[in-house]
């Protein structure tokens, strides 16, 4: 059935000795597809000629849990998703359901949002610059951005306990007032890390051998990753200078300048650039955000229980892998009615048939690095 | 020779070396293992294994019990004879590769005449264990592992080939033993005169024995494990025994046709003759830094560990020490060249098998093309000009009466330059070939 759907090269152009396709898979247990995503290569030698991601190994069925729990109540199972990135979600979800309830967090709560949205947005990418280059076979830098990331997770786990899953955020506003050296330890990080970044990049991005690995591969146009519905790094790296911040911006993100990074080829090592800087411009504005944390309440006057009028919102945020979109429906009850999440990994995830094709075995893992999923997020 | 020197060390010694060789190289590898893990962590800001023993020093051998107790799971599917049979041809394979490498003018196992051919060889024919294990597993990412081991080996051989050869022609013969010599004889290894050649056998020995970046056939990220996916248990210890005998085997080799083997640094050269006491010296320092360290021991044993340790380096220190202090022509001070021959010849070794872990965690993996590409048009044909210029030097030396001194520098120059080229029409055509896929 599955093979029907999937619109494989036909034999005549797949071999030319007449020698039959193996078909591999990959997945999902194997050690580079990123928790359980499932891979079905057909094969023409090493050269991929088609390939099928099978999802749901990780289908633990969040947007029907919503449907069952206050509103409040499902805000921790959104942590779950991409649960390499928990703030983010968290700052979706919250956004949505004020949105829906027509309240607003105060500008303190909403400053500090930032902040951890920010550094999370780091954490994220220095855990895919491991990974990722770790597929590629560099195995030093995984243990230098993992070394990075444990500040930023202290950082967490002093403001909310959490380090991972953290829930940092409420409906409203935030549970927790910030403390007393949050801005300290923010500065502390964020000061030596353009220096970090730069020796990520003394270890990659002028090596051969990974400007080999990288350049020309999984090549995405502009038009193609519009079409694919593409967002956040991939699409930028294909030159498409789209950044929910700066197109429909949230939280407090008109207040900070920084740049929208862009690629011209929409391959692998654009992609690769593109979040090295995004890294960068993430620590350019949490250093802006700490120099001026507004005083003043940090909880909105959103009441105890949540009864929003019914209606529906969509609500999308720049999460670190792209567009995070919530939309949710209200019939007036304390729970929603639907809410249907738009993660930006399943999205950017379709387009790696398009983007494997004709390449090697060994691209297969550079691509799905580079595409930067989370399967927690795909299969929801 | 002292006569009792000569007779131990025609009759007794190979027969040592040979149980020291079966006996102890796996034990060695496990060394060597925790040695790339201990450099790998030092690289990567940790600190590697530190719980089984004072600074993990005995994990080899928990390792080595925990493969031995293992469950050995043949899969339904696989040729079970083969699948069986493939490791050990591996190790075999690895260790015969050892017995005509010379450690030191005494440890050898047999002096053959036709010595590095038979090194070379027979360390080519464990490649077989390679490719029987994988295709006799059934498995998909066992049978691509082992195709890119070939694949890899039948490339990369002819590389490394070529380089021997522009070695041997400097030495003017196959015996291990006296190519050493002939290094000794020219008063400068053959890594000076052809340091080309050098490159050449590095980056070819380290595809061939599988290492990174040229570690494809065990690509972790992209084929599980290669050819030893379906592996578990000893038999899978067997390939790994014959992956590091075979990096002990490619560092012999380039320490003996390279570094010089057994020689000294400077070893004609009287004002160099202090560096005989180097041997003790950092033995000493080695076993004072375990002193240094026993107190700083969570636990009694360890620190009696660390001690022992010490005291065992101290030891080698005397052992090392003795012929020197001995007076001349005593039995004890004719044993200097065998004894401190084996301590350069190891520390040769070592430094080299350093090299391989230090390119290991420097460098993100080659793909198979790109492999393949930099064997065939750039690593072959230099490979092929090298000898052509080692030729040339030693015509120019011998017939028309040049100096080693201008000689080698110039063909060096050449061969460099033809390397630039190489270089660079390969990146032009690189650039021509537009790698896409179908669409």
Known sequence: MADERIPFATHAESTVLGADEIVLNMGPQHPSTHGVLRVKLRLDGEKVIGSECVIGYLHRGVEKIAEHRTYQQFAPYVDRMDYVAAVSNGLGYCEAVEKLLGAEAPPRARVIRVILTELQRIASHLFWLGTHALDIGALTPLFYCLREREEILKIFEKYCGARLTTHAFRIGGLQYEAYDELEKDVERFCQPFDKRVDDYESLLTENRIWVGRTKGIGILTAAEAIDYGASGPVIRASGVKWDIRKAMPYAAYDQYKFEIPTGKNGDTYDRYIVRLEEMRQSRLICLQAIENIPTGPIMGKVGKVLKPPPGEVYHAIEAPKGELGYYIVSDGTTQPYRVRIRPPSLINLEAFDKMIRGHLVADVVAIIGTLDIVLGEVDR | ?439
């Open chain 2, 1 to 439: 020779m002292h006569a009792v020197i000569q007779y131990v060390i025609s009759i007794w010694v190979p027969l040592v070396c040979m149980l020291v060789i079966v006996g102890v190289l796996p034990l060695c590898t496990g060394y060597i293992v925790l040695m790339e893990r201990k450099v790998m962590a030092d690289m990567q800001a940790r600190l590697g294994p530190m719980r089984v023993g004072p600074h993990g020093l005995l994990q080899p051998i928990a390792d080595a019990v925990k493969l031995l107790l293992k469950e050995d799971i043949i899969p339904d599917e696989a040729d079970k004879a083969i699948f069986w049979f493939a490791p050990l041809i591996s190790v075999t394979a690895g260790m015969l590769a050892i017995s005509p490498l010379a450690i030191g003018p005494w440890f050898q196992i047999a002096d053959l005449n036709v010595g590095l051919l038979f090194v070379v060889g027979i360390s080519a024919l464990g490649i077989f264990g390679i490719v029987l294990g994988g295709w006799s597993s059934n498995s998909h990412y066992s049978l691509l592992g082992a195709l890119r081991s070939a694949a890899q080996l039948v490339s990369y051989e002819t590389a490394a080939g070529m380089a021997v050869v522009g070695a041997l022609l400097l030495a003017g013969t196959l015996s291990t033993r006296e190519i050493v010599a002939a290094q000794g004889d020219y008063g400068t290894w053959f890594i000076f005169a052809a340091p080309v050649g050098f490159f050449i056998y590095v980056v070819a020995s380290i595809a061939e024995t599988n290492r990174a970046p040229f570690d494809l056939p065990e690509a972790e990220s992209e084929l599980v494990a290669g050819y030893m996916t379906e592996y578990s248990g000893f038999r899978w210890a067997l390939y790994f025994l014959a992956e590091y005998t075979n990096m002990v085997v490619v560092a012999s080799i380039a320490t003996t046709l390279f570094l010089g083997g057994w020689l000294r640094p400077f070893a004609g050269t009287r004002a160099f003759n202090f560096l005989d006491y180097f041997p003790s010296a950092l033995m000493i320092l080695v076993g004072a830094y375990c002193f240094y360290r026993a107190p700083k021991q969570p636990v009694k044993v360890q620190q009696l560990f660390m001690m022992g340790l010490g005291l065992a380096f101290f030891g080698v220190a005397l052992i090392l020490a003795a012929p020197l202090l001995a007076p001349k022509g005593s039995l004890v001070a004719s044993a200097m060249p065998g004894l401190h021959g084996a301590f350069w010849f190891l520390l040769k070794v070592g430094s080299y098998i350093y090299l391989f872990m230090w390119l290991r965690f420097t460098f993100p993996r080659y793909r198979f093309d790109q492999l393949m590409r930099l064997g065939w048009q750039f690593l072959i044909p230099l490979s092929i000009v090298n000898v052509m210029g080692i030729g040339l030097a030693l015509v120019l030396h011998r017939h028309w009466g040049w100096s080693h001194w201008t000689a080698f520098p110039l063909t060096t120059i050449l061969t460099l330059l033809a390397a630039g080229y190489l270089g660079w029409a390969g990146e032009k055509k690189d650039k021509e070939h537009v790698f896409v896929g179908e669409q």
